[in-house]
């Protein structure tokens, strides 16, 4: 054999493992990419007060007895509440513009950090998230009517929430299902962002997380407010279009201006748009 094929082969069995390794990693850490809960930290930076809210600290218990920190946020008139479920980086610190955005067309607010996250114990993955999405949910059903809630979630969070609508959308009482859902900023499901991020990769057979929402879109029996921006650098627009042609009516949708964390901040019209929708089915 001579010489050059010898440092071919040599080439491509080093390319071919360092693809395997690769792999390796994208399989066994994809949580790392995932949930960044360390970015840019766990320790809490402010409060509600700092934006002139007042606040409980409330602890939850998720279905495995994992201890979970959230706020609740009490409106002034306290008829009507939205459960938030935030992305997949930081902590409910992080997310003061979004609860005073909220304070201020009229409800309430629950913000939970999931496990792993904030003051949350544990650590996060898919099936622990939905469990921390269903106790923030029966912790709101001690205070409100489920026809007094608004489910809300941006990116990673548009996930979880689109899980926990679902199984609410199988009671067959309308009356135990939430009277909205607002999905911003998310993904239609981790595998197919994650082979628009990794073309070179087989990420279908790498992806153990899959936060599949598109294919829960038409199980999903309740008023959708779907939000994307066109600007959006990380979750691409089609996605969210995608889960609006998905989903069943009534839904409306709703193109933001700007980042995917900055969207909301730049579209003058966001506050009146989440008013607008809510008030079609709560009073506030």
């Known amino acids: 054999m001579s010489y050059f094929k010898q440092s071919l082969i040599r080439i491509l069995v080093s390319v071919t493992i360092f693809y395997l390794l690769l792999m390796a990693l994208l399989y066994f850490y994809q949580g790392r990419l995932v949930y960044l809960a360390d970015l840019p930290g766990r320790q809490l930076t402010s409060t509600p007060l700092d934006i002139g809210l007042s606040f409980q600290d409330e602890w939850l218990i998720a279905e495995d007895g994992t201890k979970l920190h959230s706020w609740f946020i009490p409106s002034e008139k306290n008829t009507a509440v939205v459960l ?32 792993g996250y904030g003051q949350s114990e544990g650590q996060p993955d898919e099936l622990g998230t939905y469990q921390d999405g269903r106790a923030a949910w029966h912790y709101l059903l001690q205070k409100y009517s489920a026809n007094q809630i608004v489910i809300f979630g941006r990116s990673m969070g548009g996930a979880v929430a689109s899980e926990l609508a679902r199984e609410l959308s199988e009671e067959q009482d309308e009356q135990v299902k939430p009277a909205a859902l607002i999905l911003e900023s998310t993904f239609t499901s981790v595998p197919n962002l994650g082979r628009e991020l990794y073309p070179l990769f087989p990420i279908d057979l790498l992806a153990r997380i899959r936060y599949d929402s598109l294919a829960r879109m038409n199980d999903i029996s309740i008023p959708t407010l779907f939000i994307h921006s066109a600007d959006d650098e990380i979750i691409p627009y089609a996605h969210g279009r995608a889960l609006f042609n998905a989903a069943r009516e009534p839904k409306q949708f709703y193109p933001l201006q700007g980042g995917h964390n900055t969207g909301f901040r730049l579209s003058p019209e966001y506050p009146r748009v989440l008013k607008d929708f809510i008030r079609q089915y709560i009073s506030i």
Do not use: C
């Open 84 to 115: 938030v479920f935030h992305g997949n980086a930081g902590n409910i610190s992080h997310r003061l513009d979004t609860i005073k955005i909220f304070n201020e067309i009229g409800l309430s607010v629950l913000i939970l950090d999931y496990r």
